[in-house]
T-cell receptor, first 115, second 110 residues
């Protein structure tokens, strides 16, 4: 199976700042997604990263707060902007379309703490 | 009604027993069903997928699908303490969107 990496793996940030999380896959994929998961809670889909066009955001998430880029079929970034302690969470990248399969595979996650 | 529902648990079983995890979904047009395991502090990892009614076995794991009842389950035979984790059910709906359940926490007691 393909390798999915995320950087950084964890970070501690001050409120009001922004953090960009990178997701890299070693094979081309059709779909890339960004999720948030707070401790003990379920996955919440933030958006679908679309190659060459604007991301598709889920209800409750907006581009100004979570700008997303996807310049090619193997890479995407999620920025958490103007952070507050409520943004403390694990952010997960997932991909779909590896080897033409429709299964989603997850990256290792980025653990974010906002002080 | 949630699109994908799971009992949050915790489900506690003794070592060596069969653990049965259940999931129901609301979209009758759903075609693909997945089970993920998530250890504490880790990201979800795929265990199995199933597309057709009936059973699908892979080692100690069996996925069962009943589209008429909109029900999918995961059986873990000979449960081990290392199976203790949260199990997420995921359903790809007729709209080609994957919806995750909230997960069931499983504890296997040694």
């Amino acid at each position: 199976s393909a390798v999915i990496s995320q950087k950084p793996s964890r970070d501690i940030c001050q409120r009001g700042t922004s953090l960009t999380i990178q997701c890299q896959v070693d094979s081309q994929v059709t779909m890339m997604f960004w999720y948030r998961q707070q401790p003990g809670q379920s996955l919440t889909l933030i958006a679908t990263a679309n190659q060459g066009s604007e991301a598709t955001y889920e209800s409750g998430f907006v581009i100004d707060k979570f700008p997303i880029s996807r310049p090619n079929l193997t890479f995407s970034t999620l920025t958490v902007s103007n952070m507050s302690p409520e943004d403390s969470s694990i952010y997960l990248c997932s991909v779909e379309g590896l080897l033409a399969q429709e299964t989603q595979y997850f990256g290792p996650g980025t653990r974010l703490l906002v002080l | 009604q949630k699109e994908v529902e799971q009992n949050s648990g915790p489900l506690s079983v003794p070592e060596g027993a069969i653990a049965s995890l259940n999931c129901t979904y609301s979209d009758r047009g759903s075609q693909s069903f997945f089970w993920y395991r998530q250890y504490s502090g880790k990201s979800p990892e795929l265990i199995m997928f199933i597309y057709s009614n009936g059973d699908k076995e892979d080692g100690r794991f069996t996925a069962q699908l009943n589209k008429a009842s909109q029900y999918v389950s995961l059986l873990i035979r000979d449960s081990q303490p290392s199976d203790s984790a949260t199990y997420l059910c995921a359903v790809k709906t007729g709209g080609f969107k994957t919806i995750f359940g909230a997960g069931t926490r499983l504890f296997v007691k040694a």
